[in-house]
């Protein structure tokens, strides 16, 4: 059956007018109307949103006062693309139905419809916009978006005209096996739908990728420098020589030159030959008239480096010879050089230029001691940067796992299911927990008394305390449970269950006036004004309290029959939505809240993390555990082992391999997280790596970035390592 | 017995077992041969019917007092429920679970007397040697072996055989059933056994249930299945069903 009406739909594609026209004014009407409801709609709200869409950065872009101003232009764009589109639907039409007849053709004619419509768009795209739109209207507009969003807005348009057409022509849909129609395939309108998302994103991101080869020289010169830093990552000592050959000028008869330095045999020495002469001169007609040539040699200094010949003048301030500038030399292997030099012009003022001067000639050497090298200050500031980040990451993991372990098994539902309570049972259960928790904060205020308060053993009451409030709170739980059961249980089968029952509702009355009051505060505060809600916020804080109690009572008469709660269920809802809303959160919102709280470093960085940690282990460990093998703990059951029993023998050798793994897992992303985490004040590398960024040292970022990259590529291959071996 | 979604597995299904005996549950896959023998000891909750052990009403016993009640009913699987990455002297120690306190399992901890029964029993189902493998390095019929020794930690006074040799070769089956009957035999341990073929049920029971969607259709010693005719049988079995391996 099916298939005969399918080979008459192909023979005979002809739709359905009515339903195409209503679609043409209203998308999605003719296939709402042909009784595919949800296809109507769906494709209704998907033109209308991407139409708003696609307005709204286009006017976004363009900045326009009026946005109906915008919608208009908009809309004149759509319609020409639309005629473009028909234009071009029509020509394929008469080619398929006079020339190409060939069914192949349907297909193969469509993709050229399409490649055509593009071309057009890219080649004379301005010219079709000027044709519906002013120059002024351009010239305010983001031509890209608009043309190409708007052909994509179009063909969206004359798809699902198209589709009303075929949909509403429903005597030739193919059936399904169960008798249903089966409506054609809508790959057409999501492909559409996807380019003209494609197209939006291309703009609001501002891809621009000539700018992107244009500027590249912008980043090349600094990329060397991020690429290879260890220049900047070692340090070296400086050994600095100095040796002077004093040189008098002029040559007189009354004073002595001075004599030539001799040839010394350990350190470095300088000579220079003759040691008087005429300094270089300038006269007043221009040009430079040289000084005396003097011969200098020197010897014992560090081969192959080089050496600095500079002046002082005859009160001793060094000075850069006019004209010459600054003289370096390289040394030979022999630790020797000679070279040839004349006096410079000294600066010195006329009136005491007078008679012989006598000036220095100085030899500097700053030998670097290339194996002398040390860490430089940055590089030993990254290595301990980095050294945080691995700990920061370590620690996150470690109270993680210590927190997230035995939360997954609350979080497990093939574990938690089973838990069925009664209403007698679950009122001594909250009260006992309660009393139980409270009980063990007095414990801890007591021990936290006798010791010197928190200040004074931080570690010893933090401990005392999570052990009393833990402690007494489970025992609370059990005593209370027992005991509640006891008691209720005196008022008769059903005296019992109605008794619980309203004790449970008066105990939800007190989260439910609370909600009231957060409505009140929350939401009423909004609408009225803070000190108008102030008045009566009691009043909406026991309307919550009497609807969170009557709640209760309604879902356990319901329950009646079976006096069973599925304690189990409820525990596991909520622990799995607090898990999901505290693993939707990344890790750097919460460093920055940690920062304010506990102050910048690391310690803000380890809180952070550990809370987004404790939330997806809890989350990836409950999995584990509800893919284990039932059997072995249908077995134990069996056998009649408790709960804590199951859990030791049958669940945790089952997901010690994907806990371990997973674990492991999560070491590595906090490590890598933890590198980030120093940018909004969690400690870590991050810190210093953000400082150097503004600081504009590149040097020092490239050796963050190296270092970063080197401890994450090792962690990487270590943690798949370890987890291959596990699975 | 109703599964929540409505189903209804079992329906007034009465039978009693008496001490020491050895009972066949036949039927086809569906026909509730597993579900019959949880709800003995509760594994499944029946929605409605009475459970009596040894005079006593355990339909309704609270999750404590049922503990004591499983601890001396063993149970047999056809995947045999080991913990496969758990050595075989752990899994068959789980099966003293019942006896041992609660809070030893955070310390993994079992008394001397204990790993000494567990290597009796080891040595009662003749793999004495494998205790300290992984269970998962087993062959299949040593794998159910070791489920019958867990069970044997119980000191049973019955087990209940979920179709203990559905995944075993028909050789090892024989070798399964062998220890079945050995501990009926010489330990008076009451048996209650699912099984497909029949002639492992003409071999081993001495009483069979027959059960089709949930009923009881069938009720006999061994002779009585010796002597069934062909009709009775497709009654059992639906219309499909050819004797297999029979006389």
Known sequence: MAETKNTQLTENPRGSLLHAVLSLIVPGLGQFVAGARSRGISLLLTVLTLFGLSMWTVAQRARFPEYAMATSVYFRIVLACAALLLFLLAIRHLLTRFVLKDPLAETFTMYGVVIVFFVLMVWVGDDILATVVSAEQLSQIHAGTALYSGGALAALWLWQVGDAARVGNTKQLPLNRDGSKRFPTMAGAIVIACLLVFALGYNLTGVDMPKAIREYQDVGILLPRILWPWRAAFAYDQEVFEVVQRIQAPCTDEAAAPPSNPVLDDDPWVSATPTCGELSSRPVTGGLILGTELTITGGNFVPGQEVLIRWANPIGNPFTPRGMGETTIIIDENGEFETKLNIPDAVISPETATGAQVHSLIIRQESVQVFGGRLSNEMQLALIGLLETIMIGLMATFFGIVAAFPLSFLAAKNLMAPIMSAPERIVGNVLGLLAGGWAGLQVTDFVSDRLGGLDQAPVQIFLVGMIAVLGLGYLGLQLGGRLSEALLSRLGKDGGYWAAAGLLAALAGFPGYQMGLGFSRGVRAIVLGAEVAAINEEFYGWIGAVLAAAITLLYLYRKRSTRRVPIGLMLYAVIRTILNVVRSVEALIYAIIAAIWVGLGPFAGTLALTLHTIASLAKLYSEAIESIDPGPLEALDAVGANRLQSIVYAVVPQILPPVISFTVYRWDINVRMSTLLGFVGGGGIGFILLQWIRLYQYEAVGIAVWLIAITVALLDYVSSEIRERFV | ?247
């Open chain 2, 1 to 247: 017995m109703v599964y929540p979604d409505g189903t209804v597995a079992l329906r007034d299904v009465s039978f009693e077992v008496k001490d020491g005996e050895f009972l066949g549950v036949i039927g086809l896959s569906g026909s509730g041969k597993s579900t019959l023998l949880r709800c003995i000891n509760r594994l499944l909750e029946p929605t409605s019917g009475r459970i009596i052990w040894n005079g006593k009403d355990i339909t309704h016993l609270p999750q404590g007092e049922l503990r004591t009640v499983r601890r001396e009913i063993g149970m047999v699987f056809q995947q045999f429920n080991l913990v496969k990455r758990s050595s075989v002297l752990t899994n068959v120690l789980s099966g003293r679970l019942g006896y041992t306190p609660p809070s030893w399992a955070l310390a993994n901890r079992f008394s001397r007397q204990d790993r000494q029964m567990a290597v009796r029993a080891l040595e009662r189902v003749g793999i004495p040697e494998k205790a300290h493998n992984r269970a998962d390095e087993l062959s299949g019929g040593q794998q159910q072996r070791v489920g019958i020794a867990r069970a044997l930690m119980q000191e049973p006074k019955m087990i209940l055989a979920d179709e203990p040799v559905a995944s075993l070769d028909p050789v090892l089956a024989h070798s399964i059933l062998g220890y079945l009957e050995k501990l009926n035999t010489e330990d008076n341990i009451t048996v209650l056994c699912s099984l497909h073929y029949l002639d492992l049920v003409q071999r081993y029971c001495e009483r069979v249930i027959g059960l089709r969607d949930g009923k009881v259709v069938f009720e006999g010693s061994k002779d009585d299945i010796a002597k069934m005719s062909d009709e009775r049988f497709r009654e059992i079995y639906g219309e499909d069903a050819v004797r297999m391996g029979g006389q």
